[in-house]
C-alpha cells in the first residue's frame, strides 16, 4: 500500500515538473493574457533579457524644408512592450504603437519588422519640426532613446534688383537662385500677376531649371521682345519652398525728336525766325534786292526792339 501512495506522489511530481517546463517554454514564445487568451509575440533566440536599444542607429537627423522626415529607434527583444514618440518641446505624445496620438496628419508610426526598427514618419517638414523627439519604451522604469531633427531651410531669390526697367523689344532673363538644398526641386514655377507663365511659345517664353553644384538650383525665365503687357510682378516658386517676386517695367521708345525737347540745337538764333519768315513772304511780292534790304531793316528793328 505504502509503494503505490509512492508511486501516485511521485506521479505527480513529475506531472507538474513537465506542466512547468512547458508554461515555462510557452512564456518565452508569447505571453498569456488575465482572460487565458494566447497573444502572440516576437520569438527570440537565447536568453531573454528584456528590450533594449540598438545604439549603432545615428541620433542625428538633417533633412530639407517641405520634404518627408524619418526618425529610426532600433529596439531590440521588445517583447509585450509599447513603443512611444514624444516632441520634447511640448512634451507631446505623438504616437504609441502604430497609433497616432495628434491631431497633425503628418505624423505617422510604423514598424518594419526584419530590423525591429520603430520608424517616426514627418510629412512636409516644416521649420518648426527641428528638435528633439524621444523613442520611448513602456518598461518600469521607462526606457528612452533621443532623436535630434535639423531642417535645412534653402534661400530662395531672383537675381538683380528688386525693380527692373528695359526698353520694349528687349530680351529679358530672370535667374531664380535657390542655394543650400539639400534636394532639387520637383518643379519651378513662374507667375506674373498671379497668373501661372507658360512656354507653349517658345518664340515668346522660355523656361528652364539647372542644377548647379551639390545644393544649388537655378531657373531661368526669358521673355523675348518684352512688350508693355509684359510689364508687372514676376514670381518664382519651387516646389515646397518659399518664393521670391520681382517687378518688370517695360518702357516704350520715344521717337528722336521727342526726346531732344526744349535742350535740343538749332543753328539759328531764334530771334532771327521772325525777319527771316517776313523776307521769305516778301520775296514772293517783290524783287529780290528790295525783298532782302526789307529783312534786313526788319531784323534790325527787331534787334533793337527786343534788346
Excluded at 6 to 29: E, K
Excluded at 39 to 50: A, D, E, H, I, V
Excluded at 217 to 229: D, M
Amino acid at each position: 500500500m505504502s509503494y503505490r501512495i509512492f508511486t501516485m506522489s511521485s506521479t505527480r511530481n513529475i506531472v507538474s515538473i513537465f506542466f512547468c517546463i512547458v508554461f515555462t517554454l510557452h512564456l518565452s514564445l508569447g505571453v498569456l493574457s488575465v482572460d487565458g487568451s494566447h497573444q502572440q509575440t516576437k520569438r527570440f533566440s537565447g536568453l531573454y533579457t528584456g528590450p533594449y536599444f540598438d545604439t549603432t542607429t545615428t541620433t542625428n537627423i538633417t533633412t530639407q524644408l517641405g520634404t518627408h522626415a524619418y526618425l529610426p529607434c532600433r529596439v531590440k527583444q521588445l517583447g509585450n512592450k509599447s513603443v512611444s514618440w514624444i516632441r520634447r518641446r511640448d512634451a507631446h505624445i505623438l504616437t504609441v504603437d502604430r497609433y497616432t496620438f495628434i491631431a497633425d496628419d503628418r505624423f505617422q508610426a510604423f514598424l518594419v519588422d526584419k530590423t525591429d526598427t520603430w520608424t517616426l514618419q514627418i510629412k512636409y517638414v516644416q521649420d518648426r519640426d527641428g528638435g528633439q523627439y524621444e523613442c520611448q519604451v513602456s518598461t518600469e522604469p521607462k526606457m528612452s532613446h533621443f532623436i535630434t531633427l535639423n531642417v535645412v531651410v534653402p534661400k530662395v531669390e531672383i537675381m538683380g534688383e528688386a525693380d527692373i526697367y528695359v526698353k520694349a523689344g528687349s530680351t529679358v532673363n530672370f535667374k531664380c537662385l535657390i542655394t543650400q538644398s539639400l534636394e532639387e526641386p520637383a518643379y519651378i514655377f513662374w507667375y506674373h500677376d498671379g497668373q501661372r507663365v507658360l512656354d507653349y511659345d517658345k518664340n515668346q517664353i522660355d523656361i528652364r531649371m539647372e542644377r548647379i553644384g551639390s545644393d544649388t538650383t537655378v531657373g531661368t525665365l526669358t521673355i523675348f521682345e518684352a512688350r508693355r503687357q509684359n510689364s508687372g510682378n514676376y514670381t518664382c516658386h519651387p516646389s515646397n519652398l518659399d518664393s521670391a517676386s520681382v517687378l518688370l517695367h517695360v518702357l516704350n521708345e520715344h521717337p528722336a525728336a521727342m526726346q531732344r525737347g526744349k535742350n535740343s540745337a538749332s543753328p539759328i538764333p531764334g530771334r532771327w525766325w521772325g525777319p527771316l519768315s517776313a523776307g521769305l513772304g516778301l520775296s514772293a511780292c517783290f524783287p529780290p534786292r528790295t525783298a532782302t534790304a526789307a529783312v534786313i531793316f526788319i531784323g534790325i528793328l527787331g534787334h533793337l526792339i527786343f534788346t
